[in-house]
DNA sequence: GTTCCGCATGAATCGATAG
DNA sequence: ACTATCGATTCATGCGGAA
């Protein structure tokens, strides 16, 4: 196997997203910064501007995207007045504008969500993974992300150690993968399009916004070993380092230095 | 307590709901014909037209609910083409536009979805329970809807130290001031906006479009008992059925007769 | 070595208070 | 009136230290 690109780049990604060549990405997976949040590092945008402002990135990735590949993007709306902001789902439309495609949605239930109450509203517990493609076929290797048969939430994702990692990595590389169909029916299930997983926790030397098993499902899910995985807002680095992980080359664009810095540390690390 | 009326209205809502006098209903809860669905039952509407098909029943609903009411919308979007349409986040924007407030979305994870197998999708598994309100007040019982907690209590509360006891003050800067005596006796703790529940058995004879659990939980949520409890696309009776059982009064609208007559005898039954 | 327990903290939200 | 900041509320998680 040729060696490995792990790519981290201090920058904003409209600029370097042009600098890469049009069809050369498998996968985009990314975690923008939501409206309003992040205020003190990102500057925070404002809901009601989210879609114009994130419009010029979606017609870049647009273009970077191979045919067959696939963006996934997660995010979630604020409550603003009382009312959930309608910018998601504004989005969504202005994406189809420009030519994407909406596959799917995808829903990560966040075990662990903040607490909190209020006189209105229970705690939020999820966000949305959105699949937008260029084409109605793409890439997907849907015996990637097979689970064991039983309760998806109960078994694999309760707590995905590495453990559990090695043991499934050895069954999808041995052999058995000339039969792949006899033990598939038997012990394996294809998940759905919920995902159960924890943030992860604050007592660690970095929290990131999603933990490692988010970016691993879909890297799994819609590369190869090799393909190139793009994350354009790489934040604390959980993308490229789970890319280089998994043997997938992969591109990293951050704009805020201290999260640059960070990233870097993350995939070296390694 | 007065007598509770239950009551199983054979037509369309939009003529029937207009017989309704203004600001009379607590809740409404109701899953509509989905697109294209259902064909030969209720002939069909066409994604594409979806909206302005659904806009003068959520007009005539705006009209009929209390002030401090809720309106509870079951649906999910289809798969055309390949991709989701965009139906029903056309139809949030669009109810907005009414005079809805979009409070919330919720999600129902369905633990047991249909199974089955597509070359570029996995299976659904959630449907979207979206939350519309007339004003940012809204009557809201949420202790009716608490769930057990899970083992983090039985382990920390177990044994209070003595700190705990008192209110540990807040820490320099960053540290939650506590109150942990407080959750002294709580065994419960308020849910999310994730609902886990399995769809009903096909075993029956007339399969509903969402187990009892789906409307229980929300008729608990948003009414007192004696409450009225609106569902204007009634289908083989659920709603009615579960409202009748938690003492309250309902109205059901259905305009096809064998689904009609299967509510009236669901209701009856009990 | 295991298991158990204490602890900090998080893409949150609301309401009140202050400029 | 409109925005900015602050305090209060709440619970699952994983780490580290203790039993």
């Known amino acids: 196997m040729p060696k490995l690109k792990t790519n ?3 920058g904003d990604s409209i600029k370097e997203l042009k600098k890469l060549p049009a069809n050369s990405v498998d996968l985009i997976f990314t975690s923008p910064p939501y409206a309003d949040s992040r205020v003190k590092t990102y500057g925070g945008i404002k809901a009601d501007k989210y879609v114009d402002w994130f419009k010029p990135y979606g017609k870049e990735l647009l273009r970077v995207l191979k045919e067959d590949g696939t963006f996934v993007l997660n995010i979630k709306e604020k409550v603003v007045d009382g009312e959930r902001h309608t910018y998601v789902l504004e989005l969504i439309l202005a994406m189809r504008e420009m030519g994407w495609l909406w596959t799917e949605e995808y829903i990560w ?3 662990n969500s903040f ?3 209020w006189p209105n509203r229970f ?7 959105i699949q937008f493609n260029k084409n109605k076929r793409f890439k997907m290797n849907q015996q990637a992300v097979m689970v064991p048969m039983g309760d998806w939430a109960n078994t694999r994702l309760k707590n995905l150690s ?3 990692l090695t043991r499934d990595e050895s069954k ?5 993968g000339k039969k792949i169909s006899n033990w598939l029916n038997k012990d394996m299930a294809y998940p759905t399009n919920v995902l159960h997983m924890a943030t992860e926790c604050g007592n660690k030397s970095h929290s990131a916004a999603f933990p ?6 879909f890297i799994r899910l819609f590369t190869d070993e090799g393909d190139v995985v793009l994350d354009p807002f790489l934040g604390s680095g959980t993308t490229s380092k789970v890319a ?9 664009i951050e704009i805020l230095p201290e999260y640059y810095e960070i990233a870097v540390k993350s995939v070296k690390g390694k």
């Open 8 to 10: 981290i780049v201090l």
């Open 109 to 111: 239930h966040k075990r």
């Open 115 to 117: 607490p909190g109450k």
């Open 123 to 129: 705690r939020d517990s999820w966000e949305r993974l």
């Open 162 to 164: 590495k453990k559990d």
């Open 172 to 176: 999808v590389g041995s052999g058995f």
């Open 212 to 217: 490692e098993n988010l970016p691993e499902w």
């Open 244 to 252: 280089q992980r998994l043997n997938r080359n992969s591109i990293g």
